[in-house]
């Protein structure tokens, strides 16, 4: 009998992937609600792409149950993949053909009436901002508009659900803040995405609600805020030494300024409710730094204090 709750999109239960003795995904419990955008995050090499694979019903979960849209990935995939938007992390353009012929011709794997097409693809050309360019071929496109127009194209069935393979890896900040936009977007208008992604900002501008992954498990579960909130401190102070043997001589008095206190290769970071009262103690105490940086908490803090290590490790 199912364990998924009648209302989940989505639901896995002490799922696993192994590839030989290679445990990939290590009995993972989750679910995704309608309406909301969730977050796999972790640096590469988690699980996330393993996890995303079971979820789009091309790789059969090795241990554990899945539930997709209150089916069974092993029994209706392709049923399942009928109501899917899959955005893989490498672009599988047509680059022969045109903006507009990609966006056609994948209508035509859905059975869709062709007038429903042509306004379906007129739609995508104007939400993804490529109606300009809907006459040119593919290959000579910017990074940005293939990323956009595979993002239009898996939108063409209009899916219960959008899943996103690292949707924004390899693009310039601009090209990245512009998809976020068109994501914000759709997650506006009911639309259910599941995203994975290393970067830390973009879990917390998208996601409701998140999962950190290290090593095929999940360390952590819930909103951005909630994390940070949880596990690291409203604010951080960075700071840098000219040596090695300066941020050494140091670091026992910085564990005594703030909450915890992380050194890393290239910086130090003491965790902190009051960054300035840490930058005040860092100056009476007569230590001197090369560079002091003060920001807020964030996922990546989140990941470091659950790990040990960064997301770009």
Same mark, same amino acid.
């Given at each position: 009998?199912? @364990?998924?709750?009648? &209302?989940? $999109?989505?639901?896995?239960?002490?799922?696993?992937?192994?590839?030989?003795?290679?445990? *990939?995904?290590?009995?993972?419990?989750?679910?995704?609600?309608?309406?909301? =955008? +969730?977050? +796999?995050?972790?640096?590469?090499?988690?699980?996330?792409?393993?996890? /995303?694979?079971?979820?789009?019903?091309?790789?059969?979960?090795?241990?554990?149950?899945?539930?997709?849209?209150? /089916?069974?990935?092993? !029994?209706?995939?392709?049923?399942?993949? *009928?109501?899917?938007?899959?955005?893989?992390?490498?672009?599988?353009?047509?680059?022969?053909?045109? !903006?507009?012929?990609?966006?056609?011709? %994948?209508?035509?794997?859905? #059975? $869709?009436?062709?007038?429903?097409?042509?306004?379906?693809?007129?739609? @995508?050309?104007?939400?993804?901002?490529?109606?300009?360019?809907?006459?040119?071929?593919?290959?000579? $496109?910017?990074?940005?508009?293939?990323?956009?127009?595979?993002?239009?194209? =898996?939108?063409?069935?209009?899916?219960?659900?959008? $899943?996103?393979?690292?949707?924004?890896?390899?693009?310039?900040?601009? *090209?990245?803040?512009?998809?976020?936009?068109? +994501?914000?977007?759709?997650?506006? #208008?009911?639309?259910?995405?599941?995203?994975?992604?290393? %970067?830390?900002?973009?879990?917390?501008?998208?996601?409701?609600?998140? !999962?950190?992954? #290290?090593?095929?498990?999940?360390? *952590?579960?819930?909103?951005?805020?909630?994390?940070?909130?949880? %596990?690291?401190?409203?604010?951080?102070?960075?700071?840098?030494?000219?040596?090695?043997?300066?941020? #050494?001589?140091?670091?026992?008095? @910085?564990?005594? +300024?703030?909450?915890?206190?992380? =050194?890393?290769? &290239?910086?130090?970071?003491?965790?902190?409710? &009051?960054?300035?009262? !840490?930058?005040?103690?860092?100056?009476?105490?007569?230590?001197?730094?090369?560079?002091? %940086?003060?920001?807020?908490?964030?996922?990546?803090?989140?990941?470091?204090?659950?790990?040990?290590?960064?997301?770009?490790?």
């Amino acid at each position: 009998m199912s @364990l998924a709750a009648p &209302d989940a $999109l989505i639901q896995g239960t002490n799922l696993s992937k192994r590839f030989g003795s290679f445990v *990939a995904v290590d009995g993972i419990d989750f679910r995704v609600e309608p309406g909301e =955008a +969730f977050g +796999f995050l972790g640096p590469n090499g988690a699980g996330k792409t393993s996890t /995303m694979r079971m979820i789009g019903c091309v790789s059969k979960p090795t241990g554990g149950e899945l539930r997709i849209l209150g /089916m069974d990935p092993a !029994v209706d995939g392709s049923r399942i993949r *009928a109501r899917l938007g899959v955005v893989p992390q490498e672009d599988s353009l047509d680059s022969e053909l045109t !903006v507009l012929d990609n966006l056609v011709i %994948y209508g035509r794997y859905f #059975d $869709l009436p062709h007038a429903e097409i042509r306004r379906r693809t007129e739609e @995508l050309l104007e939400f993804m901002q490529l109606a300009d360019r809907r006459n040119d071929l593919v290959d000579p $496109l910017s990074g940005g508009m293939k990323r956009r127009l595979t993002i239009g194209r =898996a939108l063409i069935n209009q899916p219960d659900l959008l $899943l996103l393979d690292e949707p924004t890896t390899g693009l310039d900040p601009q *090209a990245r803040h512009l998809l976020w936009d068109r +994501f914000y977007r759709l997650k506006r #208008d009911g639309v259910t995405m599941v995203l994975t992604t290393h %970067y830390m900002e973009e879990a917390e501008q998208l996601c409701d609600r998140l !999962v950190i992954m #290290d090593a095929g498990r999940i360390v *952590a579960e819930g909103s951005p805020r909630e994390l940070v909130t949880r %596990y690291a401190t409203r604010e951080v102070v960075e700071m840098r030494f000219t040596t090695p043997e300066e941020r #050494d001589r140091a670091l026992p008095r @910085l564990s005594e +300024f703030g909450e915890r206190v992380e =050194a890393l290769t &290239d910086r130090v970071l003491v965790y902190t409710q &009051d960054a300035g009262k !840490v930058v005040s103690l860092v100056g009476d105490d007569g230590l001197k730094p090369e560079s002091v %940086y003060e920001r807020r908490g964030t996922l990546e803090d989140v990941f470091l204090i659950l790990t040990g290590r960064t997301l770009e490790d």
